[in-house]
């Protein structure tokens, strides 16, 4: 992941972002890393803010190994 990839986010972009969880949050499995998808809503220096379908979600980018623009979600499909 590019170091100016977060310099190049635009509040509403759609994005990927796979972060490191805290001791206190692993999984039941023992999960370490979890995925958010949504749209930015803030870049800082430190945190990036995303709206995804459960809610805000704050990221530390220090915690952050993974992240790339994804394109807008398919069309619903109609019922037959």
Request: hydrophobic residues 35%; glycine residues 10%; charged residues 30%.
């Amino acid at each position: 992941m590019s170091p100016d990839f977060f310099s190049s986010l635009q509040v509403g972009d759609r994005v990927v972002i796979r972060y490191r969880l805290g001791p206190d949050e692993q999984g039941k499995a023992g999960e370490r890393f979890s995925d958010a998808l949504g749209h930015v809503r803030s870049v800082t220096e430190t945190q990036v803010v995303l709206e995804t379908r459960g809610g805000m979600v704050s990221l530390d980018r220090a915690g952050i190994t993974h992240a790339k623009a994804v394109p807008p979600p398919p069309a619903r499909r109609q019922r037959r």
